[in-house]
Each structure stands twice: as C-alpha cells, then as structure tokens.
C-alpha cells in the first residue's frame, strides 16, 4: 500500500519564476493538506481540498494557489516566488472529513529559491 | 486559537534511559493531540493521537503519551531510549473537532540520543 508521494524531491528556482509540486494521497484517502516547513520551524497549513474544492485556507497569499483532481492527487502553485518561499512543501493525506482521522505526510519537497 | 507549546528545543539522553519530549496546549473544547517524528530530509511520521479515553497512549516505535487534563499537557516518552530514537519531534493539534480541519504545531524539539 503505498503512502503519501509528492514529486518532486528538490527543486531549484530563481525569483520571480512559478513552481508547481505534485502529490498523490494514500490510498483510499481523499483529502488533501498542504504544509510550509521553513528551517527550523513546525510547519504551517497552506490550504486543504476535499472534492476538488479548496475547504480551508492558512494565512497565505494568493500566490500560493492549488487544485485537486478527481483522483484525489493534488498540485501546489506558487507564482512570482520570493527568498522567502524557500522551504520543504509537504502534502498531507486522509480519509473524508472525520474528525479523528489521522493525517499522513509525505516525504517533501525541498523547494530553494535563489 | 488552538495551540501547541514545546518549551525544549533540545533533549540529550543516553541510550537504555527513559525519555520525555514535552508538549502543552491551549484549546477551547475538547483536544484532539498528535505526535510526529521527523528524520532528516524526511517527512513527518505519525506516532500516536490522543482523541478522548483513556489518558495513556500507546503509539508506533514503543512510544507512549500522557495527556493531563489538569495541566493541559500531552508529553511524549519512551521508557528506553535507543540511538535511532534520534530526530526531531512535533506535537501538534487539530483546530477544531471535525470538519475541515487543520494541523498546528509546536516548533518541535530535537531529541539526541547518544550511545
């Protein structure tokens, strides 16, 4: 059974420049969280999407941007990225909207801005 | 707001002893707490969550949780510690019951174990 991928592991930009990550969820999973982790810090929620919708949304500007697909998998927009965009962009996944569902991550991606 | 504290950045143990890994909380209602580990250029591992019920939880990798009500804690431990125990730690909360929610965590604290 696979868990929670995200593509891809690293990745390199430059100011100014568009990236999109990629994950799929676990399976039988269908909601789908998206993390910042700066160095050193806990991560902090992004936004979350459930039936291809986004249902919740951290304090993020809106050039952080995502979709779901209708099998469940998810991207991850940044536009016109900034120093400070750099971090490890994780994806979370779990199954409807209960409230003792367990959330499971995946290993990352590792986005630098130069 | 939900929120998490963790006021260790850091805990040394050495290997065969027990261990602790501090977590407080601040909720309105009913918490719902997690753990995850983190190793080095990975990603957070599930440990264990409390919900509601019995106030010691058991988890993956021998590790357990005490949630104090009182004290509005939820401290990790383990009553051995071992070398690959070493990683970084997050305890975190749901921010509300049910619906869609959101994880917030602590700033996380290093665990080193030596040999």
């Known amino acids: 059974d696979a868990g929670v991928t995200q593509s891809p592991t690293h990745l390199i930009k430059t100011r100014g420049q568009q990236v999109t990550l990629r994950c799929s969820p676990k399976s039988g999973h269908d909601t789908v969280s998206w993390y910042q982790q700066a160095l050193g810090q806990g991560p902090q929620f992004i936004f979350q999407?459930?039936?291809?919708?986004?249902?919740q949304r951290g304090n993020f500007p809106d050039r952080f941007s995502g979709h779901q697909f209708p099998n469940y998998s998810s991207e991850l927009n940044v536009n016109a990225l900034l120093l400070g965009d750099s971090a490890l962009y994780l994806c979370a996944s779990r199954s409807g909207t209960s409230g003792t569902d367990t959330q499971y991550f995946g290993p990352g991606t590792r986005l630098t801005v130069l | 707001a939900q929120s998490v504290a963790q006021p260790e950045d850091q805990v040394n143990v050495a290997e065969g002893n027990p261990l602790t890994v501090k977590c407080t909380y601040s909720?309105?209602?009913?918490?719902?707490l997690f753990w995850y580990v983190q190793y080095p250029n990975r990603g957070l591992q599930f440990l264990l969550k409390y919900i509601t019920g019995d106030n010691l939880v058991k988890g993956s990798y021998g590790f357990e949780a005490e949630f104090n009500k009182s004290q509005t804690s939820f401290h990790l431990k383990k009553p051995s510690a071992l070398v690959s125990d070493s990683a970084l730690y997050f305890c975190a909360v749901r921010d509300k019951p049910a619906g869609f929610q959101k994880l917030v965590f602590g700033t996380g604290t290093r665990l080193l174990v030596s040999p």
């Open positions: 999407y459930y039936e291809e919708e986004e249902r």
């Open positions: 909720v309105s209602g009913n918490p719902y």
